[in-house]
């Protein structure tokens, strides 16, 4: 079965940097988009990125151009978000999807806070 | 950006009743491929969101036949046709048609 496991959130300072990682299994990696979407506390949900199969195509909303790149790892079935100057604003539960039109596998998320 | 509104926003809700959400977009939604990418999504309390329904009217494997989708243009329809008590949660549709994509404020139902 289709599997999505975020990992690497946690407490940072604003300006500060993280790196999520997403692990994907049960489904055939390289065939497919993928995506970052977060939600901050109590909030809806924002689309922040996807990125095409082979890695190249990626696109970022206005709110983290810039400061996010997203990339992955095909041979390890993994994706992964590079989060810097990060800002109170970024604060958030970050999920990784599946194909960016149709969002339909999810993973638990992982929290990110950004705090002095 | 294309704005996607939702109606009502707190639904309560009677076990065994139906119950309806209207989620109106700014924009309509044909992609150029012919699809209209209008989803629907369920987040239980303390869960990742969960797909019930995709491009209007399919239903996710899983989903229980009360939940059907309906629509078309800018006008969208998730129903149920007789509630029960997992289906407390807050239901989102979203447009996948134009960049960025975009949620809408999500509709609480509670009973």
Same mark, same amino acid.
């Given at each position: ?15 500060? %940097?993280?790196?999520?990682?997403? &692990? ?11 995506? *970052?979407?977060?939600? &901050? ?5 924002? *689309? ?5 199969? %082979? ?36 604060? &958030? ?9 149709? &969002?339909?596998? *999810? ?10 | ?25 700014? @924009? ?12 629907? =999504? @369920? @987040? ?22 009360? =939940? ?32 960025? =994509? ?10």
């Amino acid at each position: 079965q289709v599997q999505l496991v975020e990992s690497g959130g946690g407490l940072v300072k604003p300006g500060g %940097s993280l790196r999520l990682s997403c &692990a994907a299994s049960g489904f055939t990696f390289s065939d497919h988009y993928m995506t *970052w979407i977060r939600q &901050a506390p109590g909030r809806g949900l924002e *689309w922040i990125s996807y990125i095409g199969p %082979s890695g190249t195509g990626t696109v970022y909303a206005d709110s983290v151009k810039g400061r996010f790149t997203v990339s992955r790892d095909n041979a390890k079935n993994s994706l992964y978000l590079q989060m810097d100057s990060l800002r109170a604003e970024d604060t &958030a539960v970050y999920y990784c999807t599946r194909n960016p039109r149709l &969002a339909d596998y *999810w993973g638990q998320g992982t929290l990110v806070c950004v705090s002095s | 950006d294309v704005v996607m509104t939702q109606s009502p926003l707190s639904l309560p809700v009677t076990l065994g009743q139906p119950a309806s959400i209207s989620c109106r977009s700014s @924009q309509g939604l044909v992609y150029s491929d012919g699809n209209t990418y209008l989803n629907w =999504f @369920q @987040q239980r309390p303390g869960q990742s969101p969960r797909r019930l329904i995709y491009k209007v009217s399919n239903r996710d494997s899983g989903v229980p036949d009360r =939940f059907s989708g309906s629509g078309s243009g800018t006008d969208f329809t998730l129903k149920i046709s007789r509630v029960e008590a997992e289906d407390v949660g807050i239901y989102y549709c979203m447009q996948g048609t134009h960049w960025p =994509f975009t949620f809408g404020p999500g509709t609480k139902v509670d009973l």
